[in-house]
């Protein structure tokens, strides 16, 4: 049976077990054909291998506040642990999905100066929320050139933190939207 991570490379042992080279399943992601096909998605049960990491959640929490902690850790950890966000920061959060937002939370917190979140026209609620919880402004990207608008919102300094968290999605790779993050 495949094991989701190796637990002795560089990465496990230093807790960035989800980023293992020797990873060869993962949970919500693993199509059903990897016996024994039940490794989550919208599954009634959810097959936990023996080397799958577990982090107990107290039962006194309510369910709705309780599958929050992984968007919400997330955008904590990318924002605060990897991004290192500082104060006075410009954060681009490209994307407004439940990450993107948590990110947009996290980032507020430690007191980034200004933030801007990405987002589709299709997402017009989702970057509502944005700037509900923080962002100072928000882009539509099918809408607007994102490197234009980042480059006059900025006076031309640009972002000292990006975070892209479009998961599947290929146009913020492929196109000139990603093209500031690599200056």
Known sequence: MAEPQCRSCQ????????????R??????????VAPGLWGGLSEYLYM???AILHPIDKSLPAELAVMFNPIGAGVR???HLGQIGLGDTVLVLGAGQRGLAAVIAARAVGAG??????LASDA??????RE????HTIVVDETDTVQQVTDLTDGQLADVTLELTPMAVA????RAMRFSFL
Not at 24 to 33: E, F, L, N, S
Not at 125 to 130: G, M, P, V
Not at 172 to 175: K, N, S
């Open 11 to 22: 990465r496990c042992l230093t807790g960035r077990y989800q980023s293992c080279r020797n």
């Open 24 to 33: 060869t399943i993962g949970h919500g992601v693993t199509p059903v054909k």
């Open 49 to 51: 291998s023996p080397g």
């Open 78 to 80: 990318w924002a605060c």
């Open 114 to 119: 200004t933030i801007i979140v990405t987002g």
């Open 125 to 130: 609620h989702k970057l509502a929320l944005a």
């Open 133 to 136: 919880f923080g962002a100072d």
């Open 172 to 175: 913020p790779v492929t196109t």
